[in-house]
C-alpha cells in the first residue's frame, strides 16, 4: 500500500513538474528514429515473451488528461503486454504522443515507451536509453481498452 502511495507521489510530482506539454511534444518530434522512410526495429519476440513473464505493474500516463491508470491485477497485466501489436512500422513525424507506457517489475522499470493514438497513428514507440527505438503497432484490442478508458473518463464526475 505504501509503495503504491509512493509511486502515486512520485508520478504526480513527474507530471507537475515537468516542461508543458506543448515543449514536450517539440523535443519527443526531434528525437524520432533517424530515418522517417524506414521502418523502425522491433522487440524481439523474446524480450516481449520476458516482459509478460516477468512485468507485475503497469503504469499510463496521459499528457491531455487529469487521471493516469495504473495495473497490478496479473490478468489486466498480462492482457496490456498482449497490447504490443506487429512490430516494423514507421512512426509518422506529424504524431503526437498522448501518453507514456511503463512496465515494470517490483518498481524496476523493464520497458517504456509513448503512446500514440490519433485516427490514424496507433501505436508504441518504446525507448532504449531515454531514447525512440522500437516502433509496434497498437492491436484492435488496445485501441478497444483506451478508447473505453477516455468513454469512462469523460463520464466520470471527476474526468475530464
Same mark, same amino acid.
Given at each position: 500500500?505504501? +509503495?503504491? #502511495? +509512493? @509511486? &502515486?507521489? &512520485? $508520478? *504526480? =510530482? #513527474? &507530471? @507537475?513538474? $515537468?516542461?508543458?506539454? !506543448? /515543449? /514536450? *511534444? !517539440?523535443?519527443? *518530434? *526531434?528525437? /524520432?528514429?533517424? =530515418? /522517417? %522512410? !524506414?521502418? %523502425?526495429? =522491433? &522487440? =524481439?519476440p523474446e524480450r516481449i515473451a520476458d516482459l509478460a513473464r516477468r512485468c507485475d505493474f503497469v503504469d499510463y500516463v496521459f499528457y491531455y488528461a487529469n487521471f493516469s491508470l495504473s495495473q497490478d491485477e496479473p490478468g489486466a497485466v498480462r492482457q496490456t503486454v498482449t497490447f504490443i501489436g506487429p512490430g516494423g512500422i514507421t512512426p509518422d513525424p506529424d504524431c503526437r504522443p498522448m501518453g507514456r507506457i511503463f512496465f515494470q517489475e517490483k518498481g524496476e522499470i523493464l520497458l517504456e515507451g509513448d503512446m500514440y493514438f490519433q485516427d490514424h497513428c496507433r501505436y508504441f514507440l518504446f525507448l532504449e536509453n531515454g531514447k525512440p527505438k522500437y516502433a509496434h503497432a497498437m492491436t484492435p484490442a488496445a485501441v478497444t481498452f483506451l478508447q473505453q478508458i477516455f468513454q469512462r473518463a469523460q463520464q466520470s464526475p471527476y474526468g475530464s
Open positions: 500500500m505504501n +509503495f503504491r #502511495l +509512493f @509511486l &502515486l507521489g &512520485l $508520478c *504526480t =510530482s #513527474l &507530471l @507537475l513538474g $515537468c516542461r508543458p506539454p !506543448e /515543449q /514536450q *511534444t !517539440e523535443d519527443r *518530434t *526531434t528525437e /524520432q528514429p533517424a =530515418s /522517417q %522512410a !524506414e521502418p %523502425a526495429p =522491433s &522487440l =524481439s
